[in-house]
């Protein structure tokens, strides 16, 4: 019994492979940008005061990011 390489398997089943970094199984790519993004926003708090102000930072920051924010890998 053989099977075939795990490449055509997934081709055969619709899976399409994302690029992601060398030696790096997690990357998500639309993560990482957008943590870097939020880590180097100068309204970023050192710390947040509770769970709920963090919510709100990240509700008003990813709104910000998917609908303002001039996105420079696609110009």
Known sequence: M???PV???LTD????KRPS???VSNNNPFSASQSKAIK???DFPERFGCLED???FCQDFF???NLEHRH???A
Do not use: E
Request: charged fraction near 15%.
């Open 2 to 4: 053989q099977s075939k």
């Open 7 to 9: 490449a055509l398997l």
């Open 13 to 16: 089943l619709g899976i399409a």
């Open 21 to 23: 970094r060398p030696y």
């Open 40 to 42: 180097y926003r100068p």
């Open 54 to 56: 963090s919510r709100l």
């Open 63 to 65: 709104a910000w990011y």
């Open 72 to 74: 420079s890998g696609i």
